[in-house]
Nanobody, 117 residues
């Protein structure tokens, strides 16, 4: 069983920064892909960034140059440093773990990020 707990969300002004953290517990493999998704009201959940085997990263186009994902395999945590936030970044951000062999997909409860002036 895998549990994912997000933290770090909150209210921030446009242009500001937030750092989200996700703590994973249970049976975690370094080869598992971990990442962040987000879902705004009325929109589909979308990939923000992910870290795969070997530390490879993948970013959505709309966050490239603004967000940075990092993973600490020893602690089973991933962080998402979000800079230059804009109103469109407002969403619930979810931590995700996808088994390296495709046999499992886990989600955290989400943390709210609100960008507002």
């Amino acid at each position: 069983q895998v549990q994912l707990v997000e933290s770090g969300g909150g209210l921030v002004q446009p242009g500001g920064s937030l750092r989200l953290s996700c703590a994973a517990s249970g049976l975690i493999f370094s080869a598992d892909t971990m990442g962040w998704f987000r879902q705004a009201p009325g929109k589909q959940r979308e990939l923000v960034a992910s870290v795969g085997r070997g530390g490879s990263t993948n970013y959505a186009d709309f966050v490239k140059g603004r967000f940075t994902i990092s993973r600490d395999n020893s602690k089973n945590t991933i962080d998402l440093q979000m800079n230059s936030l804009n109103l469109e970044d407002t969403a619930v951000y979810y931590c995700n773990l996808d088994r390296y062999d495709g046999r499992g997909d886990y989600w955290g409860q989400g943390t709210q990020v609100t960008v507002s002036s």
